[in-house]
C-alpha cells in the first residue's frame, strides 16, 4: 500500500532542475508554466506562448538519457528529472544586405553566409529543430543556390536559433533561411495579380474618398459599421 | 602526447621510413612558396621537432595534389602528414583564413567546391 | 538503355552547368541514362586524411545511403553503382567508400546514423557497403567503350587542336585513381575517337592549385600559367578538362596569370563532354556554350572550325 501511494503521488508532481537547482512542480506544466509556478519570472525568453514566436529556446536532458534535446519552453510538458535551461537570444551573425540590390543568383548565399560551404551534413541542425524542419537539407540546397528549395524547406522557421547553437561548423541556418524566403517572395515567387491591380487602384485614388468619409464618421458610427460589416465566408 | 606522436597517430604514417631522397619535393608544384620543403618537414617529424614546422607555411601551402604520395618510393603518403599538420593547428581553433576577409566579388563566382574544400583545409 | 545512379553535386549545378547539361545528354546517346539521386548532400569534398577524423565521413557516406535507398525504392535495380561527371564529387565518394571498409569506422559512423530514424528528414539506414563511385570517364570507358563513341560521331572534330588536362583527383592517389597517375591516357583515348588532333600537355597531370584560389590567387595564376603555357607553345587551341575546380582555375584564373607572365595567349577550356556533345552533332542547347559560363568564350574558336 505504502508503495503504490508514493507512486500515485510521483504522478502529479515532477521533479526538475532549472539551471542546476531542483524544484518540485506539478506535472502536464509546460516548462514555461513550471519555471514560472517555481517563482521565476520572465523578462526576456518568452513572447507568444503558442510555439509561433520562437523566443523560448530551452535545451534538456532527462535523467538517465545521454541525450541533449531542445524544444520550446512553452510548447514541452516538464519530465521527471529534467535537466532544463533557457536560451534566450542566439548571438548569430547577420550581415546587413539590401534586398533591392541583390540578384537572386546561385552564389547568392556563399556570397553573404560562405561558411555555409563548412556544412557537414551531420544533421544536428535537424535534430535539433523544434519545428520539425528538415534543417541539414536546406543548408546543403544553399551551397548549390537552390532558393525555391530553401524557401520551402523553411517556411515553418520560427528563427528560435537552436540550429545555429549547436551547429559545429557555426552555420547560422536560419538566418540564412531568411534570405532565401525574402529573394523567393522578391524575385521569384509568381506575383499576385490581384493584389498587384489592387495596389495600382489604391494609387490611383479609387478609395480616397471612401477613406475621406471613414476618417470624417465618429466613433459610435464606426463601431456600428464594423458590427454590421459583411463577413466573408470562411 | 608530445607532437611528434600526435602526427603519426593522426596521418598514420610511418614516417621513419623515409630516407630522406628528396623526390617529394622535387615533386611538388607548390614547393617554391613554402618556407621549408615537404622533405625538410618530414626530417623535422623524425626527429621530433615538429614546433619549428609550425614556424613555415609549408603545410598550408600544400594543395592536396598527392603528387609526392604517388611518386615517394617507401611508400610514405606525405599528403596525409601535411593533414595531420593542418589538423593540429585547426583542433586548437586556429584558423588559417578569415571568412569576413574574402572579397564579395569574388564570393561572387566561386564554384562552391572551391569554398568547401579550402574551408576544409584552412578553417576548424 | 543502362539505368546508373547520378550524384550531380554542387558544382555542376552552380559554375559548371556545362559539363552537366553535355554529359548527361551525351550519356543519353550512348545508351546510358543517369538517373539523379532523389536527395543528395555536397559530398563534402576534400576526403578528410586524417585517420580519426569520421565526422568529414558524414557527407559522402550519407550520399552513398541515399544509392541504397534509391535500390530499397526501385529505382534501379541491384545497383551499387553511382556515377559522377565532378572529379572532386568523385574522388571524395570513392576516398569514403574505401575509407569504410574498417568495420570499426563503419561501426562508429553507422552508430551515428542509427540516431536519426526518429526525426523528420533522417536517413533510416546505416551504410551497408559496397557501393562504388564511378567518374563518368570510367562509365565512357569500361561501359561504353571508345569504339562505340567513336561510331556516335557525326562530326568530327578535325583539325582541332585540343590539350588535355586532367588536374589530380581523378587519377591521385593510386587507390583512388582512375588511370596511371603518371601516364594517363583515357581523355585522349576519348578525344581521339572524336577525331581531334591530340596536343602533348606536359602538365596535364599538374595540379590546378586547387582551392588556394579562395586565399592563394598568387599562386593559383602561378600554376595557371605552367599548365597553360606549354600546351599553347605546342599550339593547342583549347584545353580539356574533367573538374569543375581545374576549369575554375584554368579559365578564370588566366587574367592573373597574364599579370604575371604577359606571354599569356587567352586559350579557350572547356569540359570533354562538350566536345563530344559537338561531335555527336546533338542540339545546341546541349553544347553548354551559350550559359555564360565560359570566361574566355570558346564560340569564336568553334565557329572558326565550323563546329557550332
Redesign the interface.
Known amino acids: 500500500m505504502e508503495i503504490k501511494q508514493k507512486k500515485e503521488k510521483k504522478e502529479e508532481i515532477v521533479r526538475i532542475y532549472i539551471m542546476g537547482r531542483e524544484y518540485k512542480v506539478p506535472a502536464g506544466l509546460t516548462i514555461m508554466k513550471a519555471m514560472e509556478y517555481a517563482g521565476y519570472r520572465f523578462i526576456r525568453g518568452c513572447g507568444c506562448r503558442g510555439g509561433f514566436c520562437g523566443g523560448c529556446a530551452t535545451v534538456y536532458r532527462v535523467k538517465g538519457d545521454y541525450k541533449l534535446r531542445m524544444a520550446l519552453a512553452c510548447q514541452k510538458t516538464v519530465e521527471d528529472g529534467m535537466y532544463t535551461s533557457q536560451i534566450p537570444f542566439t548571438p548569430a551573425e547577420k550581415p546587413i544586405y539590401n534586398l533591392e540590390e541583390l540578384s537572386p543568383s546561385v552564389n547568392v548565399f556563399l556570397e553573404y553566409y560562405p561558411e555555409i560551404a563548412k556544412c557537414v551534413s551531420c544533421n544536428t541542425c535537424t535534430k535539433a529543430c523544434p519545428q520539425d524542419l528538415e534543417v541539414m537539407d536546406y543548408v546543403q540546397a544553399a551551397i548549390r543556390g537552390d532558393i525555391q528549395e530553401v524557401a520551402e524547406l523553411s517556411f515553418d522557421c520560427i528563427m528560435c536559433g537552436l540550429c545555429a547553437m549547436r551547429c559545429p561548423t557555426e552555420i547560422v541556418p536560419y538566418n540564412v533561411a531568411l534570405l532565401a524566403r525574402r529573394l523567393y517572395g522578391k524575385y521569384v515567387m509568381p506575383k499576385a495579380k490581384h493584389v498587384e491591380e489592387r495596389i495600382k487602384e489604391i494609387e490611383s485614388g479609387k478609395f480616397d474618398e471612401e477613406i475621406r468619409r471613414l476618417k470624417e464618421t465618429s466613433m459610435n458610427n464606426l463601431k456600428e459599421m464594423y458590427e454590421k460589416r459583411e463577413i466573408e465566408p470562411e | 602526447m608530445d607532437l611528434a606522436e600526435k602526427v603519426k597517430?593522426?596521418?598514420?604514417e610511418d614516417v621513419l621510413s623515409c630516407y630522406q631522397c628528396g623526390l617529394c619535393s622535387g615533386s611538388c608544384?607548390?614547393r617554391?612558396?613554402m618556407d621549408l620543403s615537404p622533405t625538410q618537414v618530414i626530417r623535422l617529424v623524425q626527429i621530433g621537432e615538429v614546433e619549428k614546422i609550425f614556424e613555415s607555411n609549408t603545410f598550408w601551402?600544400c594543395?592536396?595534389?598527392?603528387?609526392c604520395?604517388?611518386r615517394c618510393p617507401r611508400k610514405i603518403?606525405i599528403?596525409?602528414i601535411m593533414?595531420?599538420l593542418r589538423?593540429i593547428r585547426l583542433r586548437r581553433d586556429q584558423d588559417?583564413?578569415a571568412?569576413s576577409k574574402?572579397p564579395?566579388e569574388?564570393?561572387?563566382?566561386?564554384?562552391?567546391?572551391?569554398?568547401?574544400?579550402?574551408?576544409?583545409?584552412?578553417?576548424s | 538503355m543502362i539505368r546508373l545512379p547520378y550524384y550531380p553535386g554542387c558544382a555542376v549545378q552552380t559554375t559548371a552547368r556545362n559539363y552537366a547539361i553535355s554529359g548527361i545528354a551525351v550519356a543519353e546517346k550512348l545508351g546510358v541514362e543517369l538517373v539523379e539521386l532523389p536527395k543528395w548532400n555536397c559530398c563534402g569534398v576534400f576526403p578528410s586524411l586524417a585517420t580519426d577524423d569520421l565526422m568529414r565521413h558524414l557527407a559522402p557516406i550519407r550520399n552513398l545511403i541515399h544509392v541504397q535507398e534509391m535500390n530499397d525504392s526501385g529505382v534501379v535495380q541491384n545497383e551499387n553503382r553511382v556515377v559522377t561527371f565532378c572529379s572532386m564529387c568523385f574522388h571524395t565518394l570513392k576516398e569514403a567508400s574505401l575509407f569504410v571498409k574498417d568495420e570499426e569506422k563503419l561501426g562508429k559512423i553507422n552508430t551515428f546514423f542509427e540516431r536519426e530514424k526518429e526525426f523528420v528528414g533522417g536517413v533510416k539506414q546505416g551504410y551497408k557497403g559496397g557501393i562504388k563511385a564511378l567518374d563518368f570517364l570510367e562509365v565512357l570507358r569500361d561501359i561504353i567503350g571508345y569504339e562505340k563513341i567513336a561510331k556516335e560521331v557525326k562530326k568530327p572534330l578535325k583539325g582541332l587542336k585540343v590539350a588535355p588536362y586532367y588536374g589530380c583527383l581523378v587519377i591521385r592517389p593510386r587507390e583512388i585513381g582512375i588511370d596511371d597517375p603518371e601516364n594517363p591516357t583515357i581523355l585522349e583515348n576519348i578525344l581521339e575517337a572524336l577525331g581531334a588532333e591530340i596536343i602533348n600537355n606536359p602538365n596535364r597531370t599538374q595540379c590546378c592549385g586547387s582551392y588556394h584560389t579562395i586565399d592563394r590567387k598568387d599562386i593559383v595564376a602561378k600554376l595557371t600559367y605552367d599548365n597553360l603555357i606549354y600546351p599553347i607553345r605546342n599550339g593547342a587551341e583549347v584545353v580539356v578538362t574533367c573538374c569543375p575546380l581545374c576549369t575554375f582555375n584554368l579559365d578564370f584564373r588566366q587574367k592573373e596569370a597574364r599579370e604575371l607572365h604577359r606571354d599569356l595567349k587567352e586559350i579557350p577550356v572547356m569540359y570533354y563532354t562538350q566536345l563530344m556533345a559537338i561531335a555527336f552533332e546533338l542540339d545546341k542547347q546541349f553544347y553548354g556554350v551559350d550559359l555564360e559560363l565560359h570566361h574566355v568564350d570558346p564560340r569564336p574558336l568553334l565557329k572558326a572550325k565550323n563546329l557550332y
Request: glycine share 2%; net charge positive.
Open positions: 597517430s593522426i596521418s598514420g608544384p607548390v617554391y612558396a601551402i594543395s592536396t595534389c598527392f603528387t604520395q604517388a603518403n599528403t596525409k593533414e595531420a589538423q588559417k583564413i571568412l574574402i564579395k569574388e564570393l561572387k563566382i566561386f564554384p562552391p567546391i572551391a569554398l568547401v574544400s579550402n574551408f576544409r583545409k584552412t578553417t
